[in-house]
């Protein structure tokens, strides 16, 4: 898993997982700047989130942003990503049952305690 944080190093932008590449792989294209990309996601909603011109522009005013790589065994990525989208409240991503999720989530609860619950 990964996160991208603003420069301010509190906000969180971006919750993404790389369950199908490595990061080292998978980092790099979301700073694509050919508008074809269709990786670039965090790239992409930077520019419409910033009004940005151009992927290009988006590209050098996201130089400040900081990355938190965290490994997650593959088994379990894709309810690591949930919990966290729900938790972190990342700007360019959400989660289409995050408020379904937030209702049954306790704030105190811990990552493994919702991933036995298993949501």
Not at 46 to 64: C, P
Not at 76 to 83: H, M, Q, S, V
């Amino acid at each position: 898993m990964y996160f991208y944080f603003a420069a301010d190093s509190t906000t969180c932008l971006y919750v993404g997982k790389n369950s199908s590449q490595q990061f080292i792989e998978r980092i790099p294209w979301h700073f694509a700047v050919s508008e074809g990309s269709w990786q670039n996601h965090f790239l992409d909603r930077y520019r419409t989130h910033h009004h940005s011109e151009s992927l290009f522009e988006a590209a050098k005013a996201a130089r400040d942003c900081y990355i938190l790589l965290m490994p997650v065994p593959h088994e379990l990525i894709g309810k690591a990503e949930r919990f966290f989208r729900v938790f972190q409240q990342p700007r360019f991503n959400t989660l289409s049952s995050g408020k379904r999720l937030t209702t049954w989530i306790s704030p105190e609860m811990n990552l493994g305690e919702v991933v036995r619950k298993g949501f």
